[in-house]
């Protein structure tokens, strides 16, 4: 009988130890895993952010429908920013602090992000899949960082290659935000224009809520400028390209980065951004819409939102899906160490982005690609792919 009790007891204690250890991870619970996301729904960047959250919470109600994974459901708590980074900064303290988030996803902007780390690599909060290309999105400590796709800098750099080649523009300029953002924009263009016998000639930087660019237009013009790239809000690079049409500067090359790949700046009415360049690290969805998985996540994505959906709707519906398949992979036994492990060991053939997703443990980039597409009647036409 003590020998029973004696069990008993450490069967008791094992348990309790068991739920003390679960209780250490933060944002997990027997039926609930709680991710966050710092987003712009409101800013100049509402274009992305929006449909970006929108997709995200699409798969994760087809997952949470399904019973959740190992009988968690995944909660998502997004916080507006407005792409400022104060309101940022008060979304991470929220989300990390308060709201006790298990990892974010799809947090847009890289001065957000970067101003994110301080406050999740103390404590191990994963950073995944987000809404920013730059290089920093992957500097130490990198253990919990996990990325999608190429980087601003690989993308400016396929997309002067291509421009080189096939038009022989010799001088480089760019327009940028003065934010990390910006800045790795115009660094690449400045170090890799010599590599294609190119010379970068001039430059011009913009405030976030800017809307007047004739005088910087105006400029680059008279510089000489073949190609400028662009590290500007969404509705900044419409008009841009606007402007210089207007100015009858039609000889040049725009070129914009996965920041402004979307439908609605190739839609514009009036065939303002035809000619528009842009390299990113995905293909149109439009163009593909002959593709099972991009018509049905399409007629789902307007079932659900009673609007089409954008390349970056189909962007965050890919980071939930991803997550999900790591949360999957990890067991029921959901720790920092687990989810880790299998994140590193997640690949997938994606038919809807069209590229395979390959993490590893010497990777946290899941892919590289570089696609340049140019629009043409009112939608992106890939024209390379590096």
């Not at 000639?201 to 004739?214: L, N, Y």
């Not at 606007?242 to 839609?267: I, M, Y």
């Amino acid at each position: 009988m003590k020998t029973t009790l004696k069990a008993l007891a450490i069967s008791a204690l094992a348990l309790g130890l068991g739920g003390a250890a679960q209780a250490e991870t933060q944002g997990v619970s027997a039926n609930e895993v709680v991710i966050g996301s710092v987003n712009d729904l409101s800013g100049i960047f509402a274009a992305v952010g929006v449909p970006a959250v929108n997709g995200a919470n699409l798969r994760l109600k087809e997952a949470n429908d399904a019973g959740g994974v190992h009988g968690r459901k995944i909660t998502f708590i997004v916080e507006d920013h407005g792409y400022q980074l104060p309101k940022a900064t008060q979304g991470y303290n929220k989300l990390i602090n308060r709201d006790k988030v298990f990892a974010m996803m799809l947090s847009l902007g890289t001065p957000m992000n970067l101003a994110g780390f301080q406050l999740m690599d103390p404590k191990g909060i994963f950073n995944i899949n987000p809404l920013s290309s730059a290089r920093e999105m992957l500097q130490e400590p990198i253990d919990n960082k996990f990325i999608t796709f190429s980087s601003y800098y690989d993308q400016v750099k396929g997309g002067l290659a291509y421009l080189s080649s096939t038009f022989g523009v010799k001088k480089v300029c760019t327009m940028y935000l003065p934010t990390d953002f910006g800045k790795e924009i115009a660094l690449a263009s400045k170090e890799q224009a010599p590599n294609f016998g190119m010379e970068f000639v001039s430059e011009t930087t913009h405030k976030p809520d800017e809307q007047d660019f004739v005088g910087a237009v105006q400029k680059l013009k008279a510089d000489g400028c073949e190609v400028v790239t662009m590290a500007l809000g969404v509705r900044a690079g419409i008009t841009v390209v606007g402007t210089a049409k207007k100015l009858n500067w039609t000889d040049v090359k725009f070129l914009n980065t996965s920041a402004g790949f979307l439908e609605v700046v190739a839609a514009v009415p009036g065939g303002v951004t035809e000619g528009l360049y842009a390299s990113a690290g995905w293909q149109d969805m439009v163009a593909r819409m002959d593709v099972p998985a991009v018509k049905t996540f399409a007629d789902a994505y307007q079932a659900a939102y009673g609007q089409p959906a954008s390349g970056f709707a189909m962007l965050g519906y890919s980071a939930a899906d991803t997550l999900v398949r790591a949360l999957e992979a990890a067991g029921a036994d959901l720790t920092p160490e687990s989810f880790k492990a299998a994140m590193e060991n997640v690949k997938y053939d994606s038919e809807l982005l069209g590229t395979t997703i390959n993490y590893t443990p010497e990777t946290h980039q899941g892919a590289n690609d570089v696609i340049v597409s140019v629009v043409e009647g009112g939608v992106w036409k890939m024209v390379g792919k590096q």
